[in-house]
């Protein structure tokens, strides 16, 4: 079953949930603790069969995975080794612990810990493994995938000529994702759905059904669907991470918020109570998993192993397990994690009844907050950037305290090495520029460090050397940056009032954007690139022409949990936006999201909408938008609408689950495009005409364009992709002047 195994071993520690991989230091020396079914001692839970009681290992174990009868581990030095039940379960499950003989047929009998054999080797080269209710599978190296155990359902059946960089076993199937992230899957599986078939990030295997996702946090689900398991919720947040259990589907949101839906017999969806009870309460929809009454956060990653109880890892290295409830005796001490543990986990994997946990030896905490470094290492994106074994945030310089200036401190760290600039409060009236190094320009807390611009001849902060994804700025306030950039020599007009960033992947986070003024991007404007803004609030900036906020030109990426009040823009003619504007994307077809964010209060000229989204099809890079969990209210432009404008196809915007765009004036949206799930808007979206009365003109738009919706989305009233019957009850229901 697929956990959240950060394998740590050795000298080497290589997250496999995607985080970061990087050289780490000695000190990162791990074990493993099991618990739950199959414990020592435990005789007494109903499948006891040795599966959480871990042997004597000459070796370390880098990955571990539960299984249902059994446990599979990696070593470091590429054996596995596996311990519970050879055969319980089924007779065709043989095999699954001690492997193959030459001939191929499963090895009978053997002695717990002994390395795996396959084909009468032992087995070698092997980057991960994965237990199944009576199979193994495990991938090697390579990317080639072997299979050994049960399999009267075709489990072992690996596709001739497969490679792949992730794998998964379900209860009775086999999931793996190929290289240009395909799902493949094979046994007692319900098939693939299409948009699984390329661009998925990672995958996860319930007991009967299977999980995957893509790295915009789109969530698929399919099989097994009794209680709901595999009917993604519209209104859930984007997802980082996924696991099923048997009846129910844990979701880790980019927020670091744990959600589940599905069957809750044993409280694996609802957790705890207040008073520690299991909340066993109908769990079908979608709910925020608690922990004693409260909200389970600060996740980076989960596990459910096909079971009836979730594990959800934390940034500090402590580990909560919930549920299992009484019900049909599941309770088999799976959730009691052990004291010991606590602070000190790296990486967690749930079996079927049974639980495990790495944790690390060290106790050094170098920076003093708490949090032993190793756990830092292991959990936390970007905590090592250049790989050389201990957390960049204790080889920090200090501005001004170091280095008189921001640009002094940048220029001083050499090429290739990760470094975080610490910014003490005050205010500064300094530009500077990355220069393409993997350094975070980091202020003091709560809004203290202040960069104005008073006077400067540029964009304050400026991205144009290539910067990697772990480079950026974070907890800086910009005011009264005014005069930009040029994107080329003697261009006439200026961009970024604050920041400028082109060809770059840096991130801006937790920042505050105030009275910036450019003529595009009043506050922030990126070009070519790969971009990263979350937590961030934009107040009271211009665009003289275009985007008194954000303007993302032929660039990919995330606006997250950002807030956009009072901005401005001030073109006069066919488009423009007061707080984000996007101009296709970094690569054809890419994506832009617009997510978790509060935009109002924003006012412009004719043509200014609030948002704008220009697909640039035929133009240049085409490239999407999607717009979720967000609010875009109160917004006003003199002419055309003051919330959305699309200029494309419906697909060049996506509303999904949990956005409203309301009370923006003259009117909400303008332009085509298509909602998923519950998104609102609140025009009188049947008058295609747009004169304010839903009548026979109306109709004729409607009638004309049945069938698959064109390029102008003419006559889709409800946004689902084609105009149909549900399109015409809504119209007929509509009939009259708009409200």
């Not at 998104?679 to 979206?685: G, Q």
Request: proline share 3%; with cysteine.
């Amino acid at each position: 079953m697929h956990g959240a195994w950060h394998v740590v071993g050795g000298s080497v520690l290589a997250l496999s949930m995607g985080l970061v991989s990087y050289s780490a230091a000695a000190q990162c020396t791990t074990s493993v603790v099991g618990f739950g079914a199959g414990e020592a001692g435990e005789s007494a839970y109903v499948f006891d069969l040795g599966q959480s009681a871990t042997p004597a290992l000459d070796t370390e174990v880098v990955q571990i995975s539960g299984g249902i009868f059994h446990t599979a581990a990696v070593l470091a030095d590429g054996t596995v080794v596996c311990w519970g039940s050879n055969a319980f379960g089924s007779p065709s499950g043989l095999g699954r612990v001690f492997g193959t003989d030459a001939n191929g047929a499963p090895i009978a009998s053997g002695t717990i810990g002994q390395r795996v054999q396959y084909l009468g080797a032992e087995l070698t080269g092997i980057a991960e493994v994965r237990g199944g209710e009576l199979h193994t599978v495990a991938r090697r190296v390579d990317g080639s995938v072997i299979a050994w155990g049960g399999n009267e359902f075709g489990q072992l059946n690996v596709p001739a000529g497969l490679i792949a960089t992730k794998i998964d076993a379900g209860s009775l199937h086999t999931l793996a994702l190929t290289p240009s992230g395909g799902v493949v899957c094979w046994g007692a599986c319900a098939g693939v759905p299409k948009a699984a078939a390329s661009g998925m990030a990672d995958l996860a295997a319930g007991y009967e059904h299977s999980l995957a996702w893509n790295a915009a946090g789109t969530l698929l689900a399919w099989g097994r669907n009794d209680y709901g398991q595999s009917t993604v919720p519209a209104e859930l947040p984007a997802t980082k991470q996924a696991a099923g259990g048997v009846y129910s589907t844990l979701a880790l949101g980019v927020d670091g918020v744990v959600r589940a839906w599905g069957g809750n017999q044993g409280g694996q969806c609802g957790g705890s109570n207040a008073d520690g009870s299991i909340d066993s309460s109908d769990g079908t929809h979608l709910r925020v998993v608690r922990i004693l009454g409260q909200p389970l956060d600060n996740v980076v990653a989960v596990s459910s192993g096909g079971g009836y109880h979730g594990m959800a890892l934390r940034t500090d290295g402590t580990v909560v397990a919930w549920g299992a409830g009484p019900v049909f005796n599941w309770a088999q001490g799976q959730t009691v994690v052990p004291p010991a543990t606590e602070g000190r986990a790296v990486a967690i994997d749930a079996g079927y009844v049974h639980s495990y946990i790495q944790t690390t030896t060290s106790t050094i905490d170098c920076d003093a907050n708490g949090t032993v470094d190793c756990v830092e290492l292991a959990l936390i994106e970007g905590a090592d950037a250049d790989g050389d074994g201990a957390l960049d945030a204790c080889q920090a310089i200090d501005v001004p305290g170091d280095y008189k200036t921001i640009q002094a401190a940048i220029d001083a760290i050499p090429a290739g090495n990760a470094r975080t600039i610490l910014v003490a409060a005050g205010t500064y009236n300094q530009s500077f520029s990355l220069n393409g190094k993997n350094v975070v320009v980091r202020g003091a807390p709560k809004g203290g460090t202040i960069l104005d611009g008073t006077g400067l001849t540029t964009s304050i902060a400026r991205f144009t050397g290539g910067e990697p994804t772990t480079a950026g700025i974070e907890n800086l306030v910009f005011r009264n940056g005014n005069v930009g950039s040029q994107i080329y020599p003697k261009a006439p007009f200026r961009v970024g009032g604050a920041v400028y960033g082109a060809l770059s992947s840096a991130f801006i986070r937790n920042c505050r954007f105030e009275a910036n003024t450019a003529d595009f991007g009043g506050a922030v404007y990126l070009y070519q690139s790969t971009g990263l803004i979350d937590g961030c609030v934009f107040a009271g900036n211009n665009g003289r022409d275009e985007a008194g906020g954000v303007f993302f030109y032929e660039t990919s990426g995330t606006v997250s949990n950002s807030t956009f009040t009072g901005n401005t823009a001030a073109f006069f003619g066919s488009g423009a936006a007061s707080a984000f504007k996007a101009v296709g994307a970094r690569t054809p077809g890419g994506v832009v999201n617009l997510a978790g964010c509060t935009i109002t209060g924003g006012s412009g000229g004719v043509g200014v909408s609030a948002v704008e989204m220009f697909g640039n099809q035929g133009f240049g890079v085409s490239g999407s938008l999607v717009i979720s969990n967000t609010q875009i209210t109160g917004n006003s432009a003199l002419v055309g609408t003051g919330g959305l404008k699309v200029t494309g196809t419906p697909e060049t915007c996506v509303l999904t689950a949990g956005t409203a765009i309301c009370s923006n004036t003259p009117r909400n949206v303008l332009g085509p495009f298509l909602i998923s799930g519950s998104a609102t808007v609140c025009d009188c979206l049947a008058d295609s005409t747009l004169d304010g009365v839903v009548n026979g003109a109306d109709l004729g738009v409607v009638l004309s364009a049945w069938g698959a919706v064109s390029d102008n989305g003419a006559g889709d009233i409800n946004h689902d992709g084609s105009v149909d019957s549900a399109d015409l009850g809504m119209l007929l229901s509509s009939w009259g002047a708009c409200p």
